[in-house]
């Protein structure tokens, strides 16, 4: 009896070592791919800049490694950010919000978003929203964005010069009498998979060996996507054949709420034909504008005051959140059409100081635009920015065609 149970015991601690050996090389596994990944564009960026140094003369070719440049930078950028959402989501400290959506809005939101790469390779994107039934729901917008981003963005990838692309969202039975199940299908006319591939395809880093195709991607995106529809209490299912293209169903069960009458903001099918824009700052004006930015970083404060100033718009500066209230209490009612705010700083932080300028008495304080711009990419972030009566976020590095949209629909 007791050698049975001395067994027993001994057989449950070598079943426990060699789970932490397995979770030990996948975690080294993880930072060599990590190191190799990170690299790589680290690599691109230094020798593109000797390249571009080297030939400063030669405009075409300065213009090109500068192109260059950006794209391994935004590379890197979706990678980093990547392993934050894997690592907080992982660690039990990612939030889901419970946000008021129309559905309509967010899928005519998120085409918009994934038209650019799309047009790049002049491919047909659209969407059919005539499945949707109830339009306003309860759900975490940002992170819907997210998943559906990623599942578009793997399409996109995946599908070469000319090829299709298409959601298509469709309302089931309602579970009970409060919430509805939803059906996001993306197909795509894309390269497809291997029956073999397709159960690893939400392994972090998992790509599929592809005959001539080169893709750049971190390889997070699907494993992100699928946890995140987890936590939402969805999931996402995959059929493909390979040379045929894929199709991805992400199921999500929302709550409903009611608005009364629905009303459709967008029509029921969307395309790039819709004339969709990119880049709509160019032809915009705000020389009668004048913004507070508030950045403690010389480098940060040059940049982004240089690409805020592009638009003619009069920038100032406080080095910290104390002076820029100082500014706002020493000025003008009105003076200020719109506050960037950086969040950590010395002596007084973004927050800190928004608060502030929402305590003054003065009547333009309560309703100047605050909007946070800060590294602090994550979600809880956002949440906190509201919390301290900012308007919106913004994470850095600062996306220009972002920046500006949020100028727009601010100031004009």
């Given at each position: 009896?007791?050698?049975?149970?001395?067994?027993?015991?001994?057989?449950?601690?070598?079943?426990?070592?060699?789970?932490?050996?397995?979770?030990?090389?996948?975690?080294?596994?993880?930072?060599?791919?990590?190191?190799?990944?990170?690299?790589?564009?680290?690599?691109?960026?230094?020798?593109?800049?000797?390249?571009?140094?080297?030939?400063?003369?030669?405009?075409?070719?300065?213009?090109?490694?500068?192109?260059?440049?950006?794209?391994?930078?935004?590379?890197?950028?979706?990678?980093?950010?990547?392993?934050?959402?894997?690592?907080?989501?992982?660690?039990?400290?990612?939030?889901?919000?419970?946000?008021?959506?129309?559905?309509?809005?967010?899928?005519?939101?998120?085409?918009?978003?994934?038209?650019?790469?799309?047009?790049?390779?002049?491919?047909?994107?659209?969407?059919?929203?005539?499945?949707i039934m109830?339009?306003?729901?309860?759900?975490?917008?940002?992170?819907?964005?997210?998943?559906?981003?990623?599942?578009?963005g793997?399409a996109?990838?995946?599908?070469?010069?000319?090829?299709?692309?298409?959601?298509?969202?469709?309302?089931?039975?309602?579970?009970?009498?409060?919430?509805?199940?939803?059906?996001?299908?993306?197909?795509?006319?894309?390269?497809?998979?291997?029956?073999?591939?397709?159960?690893?395809?939400?392994?972090?880093?998992?790509?599929?060996?592809?005959?001539?195709?080169?893709?750049?991607?971190?390889?997070?995106?699907?494993?992100?996507?699928?946890?995140?529809?987890?936590?939402?209490?969805?999931?996402?299912r995959?059929?493909?054949?390979?040379?045929?293209?894929?199709?991805?169903?992400?199921?999500?069960?929302?709550?409903?709420?009611?608005?009364?009458?629905?009303?459709?903001?967008?029509?029921?099918?969307?395309?790039?034909?819709?004339g969709?824009?990119?880049?709509?700052?160019?032809?915009?004006?705000?020389?009668?504008?004048r913004?507070?930015?508030?950045?403690?970083?010389?480098?940060?404060?040059?940049?982004?005051?240089?690409?805020?100033?592009?638009?003619?718009?009069?920038?100032?500066?406080?080095?910290?959140?104390?002076?820029?209230?100082?500014?706002?209490?020493?000025?003008?009612?009105?003076?200020?059409?719109?506050?960037?705010?950086?969040?950590?700083?010395?002596e007084?932080?973004?927050?800190?100081?928004?608060?502030?300028?929402?305590?003054?008495?003065?009547?333009?304080?309560?309703?100047?635009?605050?909007?946070?711009?800060?590294?602090?990419?994550?979600?809880?972030?956002?949440?906190?920015?509201?919390?301290?009566?900012?308007?919106?976020?913004?994470?850095?590095?600062?996306?220009?065609?972002?920046?500006?949209?949020?100028?727009e629909?601010?100031?004009?």
């Open positions: 009896m007791e050698d049975r149970e001395k067994n027993s015991a001994d057989n449950a601690q070598n079943e426990e070592l060699d789970k932490i050996r397995m979770e030990s090389r996948a975690k080294s596994e993880f930072i060599s791919r990590m190191s190799h990944d990170i690299r790589t564009p680290m690599n691109n960026i230094m020798g593109l800049t000797s390249i571009a140094i080297a030939n400063i003369e030669d405009t075409q070719r300065v213009q090109d490694c500068l192109n260059k440049i950006a794209m391994s930078g935004n590379h890197m950028l979706n990678l980093i950010n990547d392993v934050l959402d894997i690592s907080r989501i992982e660690n039990g400290v990612f939030t889901i919000c419970e946000d008021e959506i129309n559905l309509k809005n967010l899928i005519y939101n998120v085409i918009e978003m994934i038209h650019t790469p799309s047009s790049r390779k002049h491919q047909e994107l659209s969407a059919d929203i005539t499945g109830h339009e306003n729901v309860i759900g975490d917008e940002l992170h819907i964005k997210e998943v559906l981003m990623n599942v578009l793997n996109v990838k995946y599908t070469g010069e000319n090829g299709t692309i298409q959601l298509t969202v469709l309302e089931k039975e309602k579970k009970d009498g409060n919430i509805a199940c939803y059906e996001f299908v993306v197909q795509d006319s894309g390269i497809g998979m291997e029956e073999s591939f397709i159960q690893h395809i939400f392994e972090p880093f998992a790509r599929e060996e592809r005959m001539g195709w080169q893709i750049s991607g971190t390889g997070l995106g699907m494993t992100i996507a699928r946890k995140l529809a987890v936590m939402m209490n969805g999931d996402i995959v059929k493909s054949r390979k040379g045929k293209g894929s199709e991805f169903t992400v199921t999500l069960c929302l709550k409903l709420r009611e608005v009364g009458r629905d009303v459709h903001k967008h029509p029921e099918t969307l395309s790039e034909k819709d969709l824009q990119e880049d709509t700052w160019k032809s915009r004006d705000f020389s009668n504008k913004i507070l930015l508030v950045e403690d970083n010389p480098l940060n404060c040059e940049i982004e005051s240089e690409i805020i100033g592009t638009t003619g718009a009069i920038v100032e500066i406080a080095e910290n959140g104390r002076l820029a209230v100082e500014k706002v209490k020493n000025s003008p009612e009105e003076y200020y059409d719109l506050i960037f705010m950086d969040i950590r700083m010395p007084m932080d973004g927050y800190q100081a928004t608060k502030l300028i929402r305590k003054m008495e003065r009547g333009d304080c309560q309703k100047i635009p605050v909007i946070a711009m800060t590294a602090n990419a994550f979600a809880d972030d956002t949440i906190r920015a509201r919390e301290a009566g900012m308007n919106g976020h913004i994470s850095k590095p600062v996306d220009m065609n972002r920046l500006f949209q949020i100028m629909n601010l100031m004009l």
